[in-house]
């Protein structure tokens, strides 16, 4: 959700920056924008929609010997994606880039509007710099300004600052969203996450929220409110990859494939023959825990809602799960008894992160199942499991949801060995599958073949209903978000048993129902509810083990014992046919419209 990135150095700061931007554009690309500072002169250069026309406008651009830069990638907020509402955004002699939400600009701006300041964006944004420049004019010190600029901002900002006056220096401020400070050896650099760092520099700062200061050639000034800090820069992971395409048409598609080898690395060191290990599981954290509440949001609550299955079944433990952006406005009753459980791909979703402080405010151990180490949520959180997923960059998420799946299962599975809720046998029946289940999402040619090959009979309709039972019904409303969110096509997921309570209303030829059948849990009751809706027309494409004669179409898994070798085959054969659909449609898989990767807005 924007991505913001900055530089001080001597190397090509236009390349800097727009490398910087490639690597981040995933977070927004409604539009994008960056500002060069040489000799005291200030240039900025904006363009509307992705990063591409950006970097063909300014190719003429250049940059040598020292300078400075600010850049950005937006998700619009306020103000529609216009090139007047890209960043940076101007006063008279400064520019900024922002990050997140500033909640009090409409007061602010009709202050500083009655004042005589001049707006040319509708974006909340622009009141810090025509702010900051109104208090530099006022105290002739520009730290000074911009310190007081930050404390009048209420909401979530990252921001970077640049002011022709002070030709040297990168002003920074931090609250909500996430921001570091690079040390390379070539210059200061700045990014919303590591991903546009790597290759420039071995360290960075993970600033923490309150944090603001500047940089200059010759020092890092660091504060939180008014007294200085002392910067502590830790080692950026050297197993952070930029990540490319590797010949796969998208991101996605290629990390669909992936997903084998992610499992195994999610699983690496975590089982000891029989037992399950997580080391990074302080004994004590389970200590005098009764229940587990699950928060998060988008694919990552559908991992939630289906890891209740197996704390329910294998672990004997209440799970409950609340979708973040709601449970942070109720007042919930909450029991120092739970474990406080986030999950999160990017560690920085503003809803999860805040649920998770409310938690810790109200004195709950807390968990974060979490893809990004240093991340906000990484930090806040009592104790981290890491998914390992890699670098996600599809704004789908597919390797991330997998991932979180498998380390879900891990902690029901360490919890029933804790209370001794699964005989040895089955502990073992579990494990076996585990281990077991990076082969099923092995991607075979032939199916990718032939879900490519159906696809072209479901890009129409109004309308696709993914129904399922027990745990495949979250996995359903996971395949209805996956294809409605790169398709545009309205997509619902349902309970199966609930269609005939209202929804089977819809059905006809044109309404496609996606029907998960496994083989392992409540197989006839799920035929029944298929049969139901082919008797009223629906189109529907069977997905499970035995075919299903009745059904128009039938994609098939392999015959199994265990519902989660089920779960995770269907997974993969639901990933395949959004991105299939989605490419027949001719849209763009990786950056679905309106869409941004990491949502640090609430
Ligand atoms: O980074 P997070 O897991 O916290 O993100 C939560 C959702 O925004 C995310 O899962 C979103 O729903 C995905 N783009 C769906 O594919």
Known sequence: MCGIVGYMGESKIKRILLDGLKELEYRGYDSAGFALMQN?????????????????????????????????????????????????????????????????????????????????????????VHLYEQLAERHKDSAKAFEETVKQLEGAYAILLIDERCEDRIFFAKKGSPLQIGLGESGRFFASSDAALVGLCHEAIYLEDGCWGWVSPESLNLFEGESPVSPVAKAIPPTLHSAQKEGFRFFMEKEIYEQAQVLGDTLMGRLQEDRVHLEEIDRTLLDGVEAL????????????????????????MEARVEIASEFRYRDPVLKSSELFVVISQSGETADTLEALKMAKRAGLKTLAICNVDNSSIVREADATLLTRAGIEKGVASTKAFATQMMVLWLLSLLIAQRHKTLDPALLAQEIAAMRHAPQVLQVPEKLHDRIHRLSKRYLHGHGFFFIGRDLFYPLALEGALKLKEISYLH????????????????????????????????????R???????????????????????????????????????????????????????????????????????VTVE
């Not at 349902?494 to 496609?512: C, Q, R, T």
């Open 491 to 526: 997509a619902e997921g349902y309970p199966a048993g609930e269609m005939k309570h209202g929804p089977i209303a819809l059905a006809d030829s044109e309404l496609f129902t996606i029907a998960l059948l496994p083989g392992t849990l409540l197989k006839e009751k799920m």
């Open 293 to 316: 509440r699950l928060c998060a949001c988008g694919t990552s609550y559908h991992a939630a809602l289906a890891s209740t299955y197996l704390f329910e079944r294998l672990s004997r």
């Open 528 to 598: 029944s509810n298929v049969e139901e809706l082919i008797a009223r027309d629906s189109t529907t494409l069977a997905i499970g083990p035995e075919c299903f004669d009745l059904a128009d179409d039938y994609l098939p898994t392999q015959p199994t014992d265990h519902p989660m070798l089920e779960f995770y085959e269907m997974m993969v054969v639901m990933q395949l046919l959004a991105l299939e659909i989605s490419i027949r449609l001719g849209n763009d898989v990786d950056m679905p419209r309106n869409l941004a990767k990491s």
């Open 40 to 128: 005291g002169r200030i240039e900025a250069y904006k363009a509307v929609g992705k990063l591409d026309n950006l970097i063909h406008k300014t190719e003429a651009v250049q940059s040598s010997g020292f300078g400075v830069g600010i850049a950005h990638t937006r998700w619009a907020t306020h103000g529609k994606p216009t090139e007047l509402n890209a960043h940076p955004h101007q006063g008279r002699f400064s520019h900024v880039v922002h990050n997140g939400i500033i909640e009090n600009y409409t007061e602010l701006k009709k202050k500083l509007q009655s004042e005589g300041a001049r707006f040319l964006s509708q974006t909340d944004t622009e009141v810090i």
